[in-house]
């Protein structure tokens, strides 16, 4: 392999311009090298073995580019500059090093440009630094994405070289690079006005004077999410939204924002389409009911609220009022949110179509009632979460409107939700084929079975994991009433199915794809009848944690390899290493996990 070296003419990125003309022309003719290397080469460059390079001898890779214009020259023939970027490059861990950042940088340009480059974390005392960043700035000017994800040596003259040799830059994504503050980020803002995404994440030096600069230059930005950038406040955001006026995705989560920032989303935000609010402590109802009553998010179909106290019953209904087109909902952690709020909202609300609620402890089977009410007819999927306040002895029996709509229901680890709450939806919801019930061990067979009688059509996936109650009885109902269409089934955790189940299953659903039996009380012939079965379409299969399956259900498993895509024996005790070995060799194109 030959092996090419960055010799350490320069100490730092910001001496490089002022070297000698004797020292431009050695680094011009080393970057030639390296473009003169063939497509193999350059494989070789990359592989791991070139990691050496950068051990003992880490002084040797920092890169004297010398002036623009000669290490442009050096680098012509391989990068020209209507290059169009076809290319995408990922580095991660020990990979992300300056001199496979270099090799890329030269040698990509002949096979159509590097246009995408992803570094998914560094080497702390040798990872990506400035002078890697600057050489991907000379020689690939067609990059259009660029993400830096846990980089702790990249500074602002690395971002800034980017922003100068990649004008056509269109997403920048930050996270976890505590040296890139508002020099960096301003240099992309002045350089680089094609820039339509922008996501920030602990970036500690990031302020609201990079803000400024975007919102003032990239007036065609239209995503923007900042993420634990504690020096970034109103001033900053709002000057974004009153700049660019094709925003459409919004996401601001553990900033120090106030009520004057979301009055300005709602101001400006004529555009917006999806918004996220997380975690905005010092956002009161008084914000929430600015941006709903200025009716400037006309377009917004997808609202995300989560750890916000500001969003009470009363703001709640407000943003249901002035987002007419509002289709996807989805609130975590909003401990003021009682029933009358949900009520309220979904009420006027009239476009709603997804509802997610999650870890609301205030909300009760009254305000699942009042969902029902008010949205039959247009609800498709419904999403309960972790919502204490659900419980069967709140129940209210009371006559609900048959909802013909409503495709996915979702309800998991409600500790209080019951059979009498699953029989009451089997009667409002009867062309359900989505059905999720993970972590509720209050449901039974009885329960299941009176929502499926209820039903007009067949159930294509079914996800009952956790439920340590259901027994072979509620199987047989499921397979009976919705087997030829049955795709996904899941039953991890639920003991008390045994091989019975598996041969009404090989039976009935011959659709089946996706298949989970973990830890449940399944033998060896049971495995057997689901496997023998003559119309056999599965291609996932978990058996972990299946204490009872032992080395004699393996062979008819291998024989598995031509439709099996990916198959779990983990925590399966009853099976030996040497009988694990022959599995993976047999189903070599499988995914395979073993213990």
């Not at 994405?145 to 800034?160: E, T, Y």
């Not at 976890?176 to 094609?194: F, M, Q, R, T, Y």
């Not at 109902?477 to 269409?485: M, V």
Request: with cysteine; hydrophobic share 40%.
């Amino acid at each position: 392999m030959q092996r090419v070296e960055f010799k350490n003419t320069s100490k730092s990125f910001s001496k490089a311009s002022g070297e000698s003309t004797h020292g431009h022309s050695n680094n011009t003719a080393q970057l030639t090298e390296v473009a003169d290397l063939s497509q193999d080469s350059y494989e070789d460059l990359c592989d791991e073995n070139f990691s050496e390079a950068t051990g003992e001898e880490a002084n040797v890779m920092d890169i004297d580019v010398g002036s623009k214009g000669t290490a442009e020259r050096g680098m012509s023939t391989k990068q020209p500059g209507w290059a169009p970027g076809n290319l995408t490059r990922c580095l991660e861990g020990k990979k992300a090093t300056d001199i496979r950042l270099a090799a890329i940088a030269v040698c990509a340009g002949g096979h159509g440009g590097l246009g995408k480059l992803l570094v998914r974390g560094s080497i702390p005392y040798r990872g990506i630094t400035d002078i890697g960043l600057f050489a991907v700035g000379l020689g690939c000017p067609a990059l259009r994405v660029l993400s830096l994800w846990n980089c702790p040596l990249v500074g602002d003259s690395g971002l800034a070289a980017i922003a100068k040799g990649c004008k056509l830059l269109e997403k920048l994504d930050l996270c976890k690079c505590p040296w890139i503050g508002d020099k960096g980020l301003e240099s992309v803002a002045v350089n680089c006005p094609n820039l339509l995404t922008l996501n920030l994440e602990s970036c500690p030096q990031v302020g609201n004077k990079s803000l400024k600069a975007i919102g003032q230059n990239c007036v065609r930005l239209q995503s923007l999410s900042i993420n634990d950038c504690f020096l970034v406040s109103d001033e900053g955001v709002i000057s974004i939204l009153s700049n660019t006026k094709t925003l459409m995705k919004l996401k601001l989560q553990a900033v120090r924002l106030t009520d004057i920032t979301l009055a300005a989303v709602g101001h400006y935000g004529k555009f917006l389409t999806d918004m996220w609010l997380e975690n905005l402590l010092n956002v009161t109802e008084k914000g929430f009911l600015t941006m709903g009553n200025t009716m400037g998010l006309q377009k917004l179909k997808h609202l995300s609220v989560t750890a916000c106290r500001g969003l009470t019953d009363v703001s709640i209904e407000v943003v249901g009022q002035s987002c007419l087109s509002l289709k996807q909902v989805y609130i975590r952690k909003c401990e003021s949110l009682t029933d009358e709020g949900l009520r309220a909202f979904t009420y006027v609300a009239m476009s709603l179509e997804n509802l997610q609620i999650e870890e609301c402890k205030l909300i009760s089977c009254c305000g699942l009632i009042d969902v029902l009410s008010n949205c039959s007819g247009k609800l498709k999927v419904l999403s309960l979460i972790k919502c204490e306040g659900i419980r069967e002895s709140s129940l209210v029996t009371t006559s609900i409107p048959v909802s013909e709509s409503l495709k996915s229901l979702n309800i998991r680890y409600c500790p209080g939700f019951g059979n009498g709450c699953l029989a009451m939806l089997g009667r409002a919801f009867p062309q359900l084929q989505q059905l999720d019930l993970s972590g509720l061990s209050g449901i039974s067979d009885d329960g299941l079975l009176a929502l499926l009688e209820n039903s007009k059509t067949s159930l294509v996936k079914v996800n009952l994991s956790g439920c340590v109650q259901v027994t072979d009885w509620a199987i047989f109902g499921i397979a009976n009433l919705c087997g030829e269409n049955l795709q996904t089934l899941i039953l991890d955790g639920c003991r008390k199915v045994t091989d019975r189940s598996l041969k009404i299953i090989a039976d009935l659903c011959p659709a089946l794809q996706d298949l989970d039996l973990a830890k449940c009380g399944i033998t060896d012939n049971g495995i057997f009848s689901l496997l023998s079965a003559r119309q056999q379409a599965i291609q996932i299969l978990s058996l972990s944690g299946c204490m009872q399956i032992t080395d004699k259900c393996l062979p008819i498993i291998e024989k598995m390899g031509e439709t099996l895509l990916g198959l779990n024996l983990q925590h399966c005790s009853g099976l030996s290493r040497r009988a694990l070995d022959s599995v993976g060799a047999h189903l070599w194109r499988c995914d395979l996990l073993v213990s």
